[in-house]
């Protein structure tokens, strides 16, 4: 299958501080991204969808303004995640579709685990 | 009723069975279908995308798929303990675009 690689996989940072996560789809260009999070012994939840070249498109309940997502390559979706508070906490994951001969497949990031003290 | 449903588990099976997972969506007019599974604490993987009614083999893994009865299925065959995960089944809806939506996940338990 098709790999996409996020980055970090785990990052402690303060209260009040921002974080930037990246997702990059390695060997096929990625027209449409997502985002999703997961708390523990839940499912996923997708927060937005990132498109190449323009906005990307949030979910009903997710705050454009703390949860920025910039999606400026074929390649590279980012998600940042400011001024982060405690209750931000969670399992951050992205996907890439292969639109191509992937057959329009979602394929996983590694996901980034966010600590927030 | 929600958009996909599965039963949440967890499902235990003695190791060497088959482990038969389902699912079932509202949306009539779907038409792509895929099972993720997910370890504890790591990502989900893509395991088999299905899109036409019948049955789709990889190796132990088998979709079914029963678009008049709005239901899809992942059998394992041979269950080994390496098998115990969440499995989460996705459905690309009509009007979705081309984000999925996802069931809550079946655990499924292979016991020794």
């Known amino acids: 299958g098709a790999v996409v690689s996020q980055h970090p996989s785990w990052v402690i940072c303060k209260s009040g501080t921002s974080v930037k996560i990246e997702c990059r789809s390695l060997?096929?260009?990625?027209?449409?991204m997502f985002w999703y999070r997961q708390f523990p012994k839940q499912s996923l939840m997708l927060m937005a969808t990132s498109n190449e070249g323009s906005k990307a498109t949030y979910e009903q309940g997710v705050e454009k303004d703390k949860f920025l997502i910039n999606h400026a390559s074929l390649t590279l979706s980012t998600l940042t995640v400011t001024s982060a508070h405690p209750e931000d906490s969670s399992f951050y994951i992205c996907?890439?579709?292969?639109?191509?001969?992937?057959?329009?497949?979602?394929?996983f990031g590694a996901g980034t685990r966010l600590s927030v003290l | 009723q929600k958009e996909v449903e599965q039963n949440s588990g967890p499902l235990s099976v003695p190791e060497g069975a088959i482990a038969s997972l389902n699912c079932t969506y509202s949306?009539?007019?779907?038409?792509?279908f895929f099972w993720y599974r997910q370890y504890s604490g790591k990502s989900p993987e893509l395991i088999m995308s299905?899109?036409?009614?019948g049955d789709k083999e990889d190796g132990r893994f088998t979709a079914q798929l029963n678009k008049a009865s709005q239901y899809v299925s992942l059998l394992i065959r041979d269950s080994q303990p390496s098998d115990s995960a969440t499995y989460l089944c996705a459905v690309r809806l009509t009007g979705g675009g081309n984000k999925l939506t996802f069931g809550t996940g079946t655990q499924l338990k292979v016991e020794l």
């Open positions: 060997d096929f260009q990625a027209t449409t």
């Open positions: 949306d009539r007019g779907s038409q792509s």
């Open positions: 299905i899109y036409s009614n």
């Open positions: 996907s890439a579709r292969d639109g191509g001969k992937g057959g329009n497949i979602q394929y």
